[in-house]
């Protein structure tokens, strides 16, 4: 098919393909109630397509009348915005004075109608014109919501991210008190999958190796989503590496889409409470003691007082964690970084060589991985089991990672004695870098070493072996080394900290074939059955 017919279009707020949200009945059942609600969700998160569908929904369910706001009027007054309503509602605007009276004319003719006002952007309403200004958009709210109390038939609904929290903390707001609030959360598979249903309509179903991969790449974004098939809907039968390829080309093209979701909810002028908190659970992802994130969030500063679900539910709404049981009662509360773009690093600082800095990258990459763990288990064949994605998956991840990070990554590269899963190159260099990558206890995965002994060639710099599983087995590393590299005479060496029971690394040196000398970085890692999507 030409790529002019492709479906997908990342940088517009009415897609082609669109996937229905299960949020949207909840959120309907409140606004026809009469209710206020809120909706917090980050960047690229389909506030604007919930919005829509949201919209889509109330006009099927009876006599509504839906108004939708996707912005505040580009002066922002309190008056300007309560005159652009009695516009949009085909009121006159003159002498008007309160959205009371405004709902008054409206009911008065209309007596068996329901409104329901819709508002994107809900945190541009948060923003003084002026330093020490009053915030007309507090002003507005809470006259909408004077309104709302004394008219049943009128709800409203407003979609923002850190902004909810600027209104609740620091301006203080009626309509926030009584709001319903509901948050947005990552695509999962089948979301996912169902995006990508034009692909299977034009008889070339994406295989669910390369779906994985990309839900992984993006975490579960859905405007990160919609990119990657973007770009993969003019390859012919798409890989694994074609989504690693494509989203390192969006860290070089849109790079600052990611720092925007970021700033979403780390705003350094309000709060850095959710930054702080964010990378603690990138250093520490699991179980983690509710007291550790009150600390943060008591000594952080800024303006925002937030509770730790207020940051942990605000986190996940922008797509970075995931979130295993209650936010709000939970003790210890288990917890994980999302897999994806915004996880991984985008800078390799110097190193002495080549090698060391492909090894030190490696290990970089593969501690984000392993804190990152639960998103690369998927469903086994039995309820409640669980498996490890393939091979093949975590090679793209690693791709994108080290693709992120400045290395040349070339894709099912032929190297002397075959293909390898990664070949690497850096700055036009004509060093070379190998990395094979398994699963324990799968065909293949005993012969790593000599598998990279196979490949290996004078212009060859550097070597590694990433060795992954999820099985409990005692003493870990001393199998791999007893059962991988002694049997076939190769000589180890223990590097970095001694080996744990999830992580170990082993430095190999032996002779190619044609007896060339070589060294292998062995990394082994052991990753958490966290849960899974």
């Known amino acids: ?35 206020g609600a809120v909706v917090i969700g980050g960047r690229g998160m389909g506030k604007s397509v919930l919005l829509r569908q949201v919209r889509g929904a109330l ?11 996707p912005s505040p009027p580009q002066s922002l007054s309190a008056q300007d915005c309560l005159e652009t309503l009695a516009e949009q509602l085909d009121e006159p605007v003159a002498g008007l004075r309160t ?20 508002y994107d952007e809900f945190d541009r309403y ?21 309104a709302r109390r004394s008219f049943p038939q009128l709800g409203i609904l407003a979609v923002g991210t850190l902004g909810a929290f600027v209104f609740r ?10 709001a319903a609030r509901f948050w947005m959360r990552p695509f999962t598979d089948d979301e996912a999958r169902r995006l990508a249903l034009p692909f299977a309509e034009r008889g070339q179903a994406l295989a669910d190796d390369v779906l994985a991969t990309l839900v992984l790449a993006g975490g579960g974004n859905p405007a990160l989503l919609t990119y990657g098939l973007q770009e993969l809907w003019p390859v012919a039968s798409p890989s694994e590496r074609d989504v690693a390829h494509a989203y390192t080309r969006f860290q070089t093209r849109y790079g600052e889409f990611l720092s925007d979701v970021v700033e979403a909810f780390s705003d350094p002028a309000l709060s850095r409470i959710p930054q702080r908190v964010w990378e603690l659970i990138r250093a520490r992802p699991g179980e983690i003691e509710r007291a550790t994130i009150e600390e943060v969030c008591r ?27 209650s936010a709000i009662s939970d003790d210890p509360l288990v917890v994980y970084p999302v897999a994806g773009l915004l996880g991984l690093p985008a800078i390799s600082p110097p190193a002495p060589g080549f090698a060391e800095r492909l090894w030190r990258d490696l290990a970089t990459l593969l501690a984000q991985l392993f804190a990152a763990s639960a ?16 091979e093949s998956v975590f090679t793209a991840f690693l791709a994108l990672g080290l693709g992120l990070l400045g290395w040349q990554v070339e894709r099912e590269a032929q190297q002397a004695a075959g293909r390898t899963d990664l070949k690497l190159r850096r700055n036009g260099s004509a060093e070379v870098g190998i990395v094979e990558v398994k699963i324990w206890g799968r065909p293949g995965s005993e012969d790593a070493h000599r598998q990279v002994a196979g490949y290996w060639t004078p212009d060859v710099a550097a070597g590694a072996v990433v060795m992954l599983t999820d099985a409990d087995i005692s003493d870990w590393p001393e199998a791999y080394r007893r059962k991988c590299l002694e049997p076939r005479g190769v000589a180890v060496e223990e590097v970095a900290s001694p080996p744990s029971a999830t992580r170990a690394r082993f430095r190999a040196s032996s002779l190619t074939p044609e007896g060339l000398s070589f060294r292998v970085e062995h990394f082994l890692v052991r990753l958490p059955r966290g849960a899974a999507r």
């Open 1 to 35: 098919m030409h790529p002019s017919s492709n479906p997908y279009d990342w940088q517009h707020h009415e897609p082609a393909v669109e996937v229905p949200r299960t949020l949207v009945q909840s959120v309907v059942a409140e606004l026809l109630q009469g209710a």
């Open 59 to 69: 006009e099927s369910s009876g006599p509504v009348r839906v108004v939708s706001s």
């Open 99 to 118: 959205s009371h009276e405004l709902c008054e004319r409206y009911f008065r003719r209309r007596k068996s109608e329901r409104l329901v006002l819709l």
């Open 126 to 146: 948060a923003r003084a014109p002026a330093p020490n200004a009053p915030v007309p958009g507090r002003l507005f709210f809470n006259d909408l919501e004077t």
């Open 169 to 178: 903390d620091v301006l203080g707001s009626s309509f926030l008190s009584r």
């Open 299 to 325: 000594t952080s500063g800024g303006a925002l007082r937030l509770t730790v679900a207020d940051v942990l539910q605000l986190l996940e709404a922008a797509g970075v964690v995931r979130i295993d049981g």
């Open 375 to 390: 998103d690369f288990f998927r469903p086994g064949a039995k309820a409640g089991q669980k498996r490890l994605v393939p």
